[in-house]
């Protein structure tokens, strides 16, 4: 059974701060990591998509890493703003076609301090 | 594009009513919808699959005489909490998977704060 976690489980920086979010799967044989952000309340938004063959995905001050061998991801933000606070969660995609179902880690609560 | 759309964002009843949660795909049909909940400070727990036009797939544990599941069209699906109990209070979340080029595969609905008293 896949078990997703995510460390830290709450991070607080001050602004202007790079920092690293991390993921670990048990199972390898996913067909692509996803990680969101969740604001209090809300619903999900899609932040990067790794696909299994892919190492790593970048946007804007976001970049996502994959090492499938070892079960794990990390989601790098550089300059951290307050705006950049929220829940962030990962989740894997097993194998299995159109009906995939996500498998969510525990999340990881980021504060940035103005 | 890829947006899914859930209604109501918000709904309070009394214990032994039921509730109504529906999640549309806007500019998309999706064959395919996910239900999950999530508990304050916890992650999301897929309830079930539901399935455009047969019955949905539940996850061990979860009551599907509990939560009713109907996806009768391509666009719309809904989830029935069935004579609502306090401890059905959580936050529904319904997501699809969408077929349209960069949407990143999944596209979440804002989530419906449920809160039975």
């Not at chain 2, 809904?78 to 997501?95: G, R």
Request: glycine share 8%; net charge positive.
């Amino acid at each position: 059974k896949q078990e997703v976690t995510q460390i830290p489980a709450a991070l607080s920086v001050p602004e202007g701060e790079n920092l690293v979010l991390n993921c670990s799967f048990t199972d390898s044989a996913i067909y692509n990591l996803q990680w969101f952000r969740q604001d209090p309340g809300k619903g999900l938004t899609s932040l990067l998509l790794i696909q299994s063959s892919q190492r790593e995905q970048t946007s804007g001050r976001l970049n996502a890493s994959l090492d499938k061998s070892s079960g794990r991801s990390t989601l790098y933000i550089a300059a951290s703003q307050p705006g950049d606070s929220a829940t962030y969660l990962c989740a894997v995609n097993g194998y299995g076609g159109a009906t995939n179902k996500l498998i969510f880690g525990t999340g990881t609560l980021l504060a940035v301090q103005p | 594009g890829a947006v899914v759309s859930q209604h109501p964002s918000r709904v309070i009843c009394k214990s032994g009513t039921s509730v109504k949660i529906e999640c549309r795909s806007l500019d998309f049909q999706a064959t395919t919808m996910f239900w999950y909940r999530q508990f304050p400070k916890q992650s999301l727990m897929l309830m079930a699959t539901s399935n455009e036009g047969s019955k949905a797939t539940y996850e061990q544990g979860v009551e599907k005489d509990k939560f009713l599941i109907n996806h009768a069209s391509l666009t719309l699906s809904t989830l029935t909490v069935a004579s609502a109990h306090p401890e059905d209070s959580s936050f529904y979340i319904c997501s699809a998977r969408s077929p349209l080029p960069g949407t990143y595969g999944y596209t979440f609905g804002s989530g419906t704060r449920l809160t039975v008293v």
